[in-house]
Nanobody, 125 residues
Framework: QIHLAESGGGLVQAGDSLRISCTAS????????MGWFRQAPGKEREFVAT????????LYKDSVKGRFTISRDNAKAMVYLQMNSLEPDDTAVYFC??????????????????WGQGTQVTVSS
């Protein structure tokens, strides 16, 4: 089992940068692909970024490519999402998720077994 807790969300202005973090616990974390998803009010939860268990492979939603970077530190059991050039459309609750014992990055939401409680990111125009 993997427990996840997000932190670092907040209110920023368009064009600003923000880094959100995910603290993980569980013996299988380092063997699991990790992902960031987001959900805006009235919309379905959507894929943002994913990273393989070793940190080598990554995938991104088209609209965040070049602006967001996912990374992980297996020694610290942490996953990060660095968000640059933020836009109002990036406003959402951001969730960290784990696809247990999956080496490759996963973009499909149903590949994920464990979820954090989310952290709010609000981008004002």
């Amino acid at each position: 089992q993997i427990h996840l807790a997000e932190s670092g969300g907040g209110l920023v202005q368009a064009g600003d940068s923000l880094r959100i973090s995910c603290t993980a616990s569980g013996r299988t974390f380092s063997a699991s692909a990790m992902g960031w998803f987001r959900q805006a009010p009235g919309k379905e939860r959507e894929f943002v970024a994913t990273i393989g268990s070793s940190g080598v492979g990554t995938l991104y939603k088209d609209s965040v490519k070049g602006r967001f970077t996912i990374s992980r530190d297996n020694a610290k059991a942490m996953v990060y999402l660095q968000m640059n050039s933020l836009e109002p459309d990036d406003t959402a609750v951001y969730f960290c998720a784990a696809a247990e014992n999956s080496a490759l990055p996963k973009a499909r939401i149903n590949a994920y077994n464990y979820w954090g409680q989310g952290t709010q990111v609000t981008v004002s125009s």
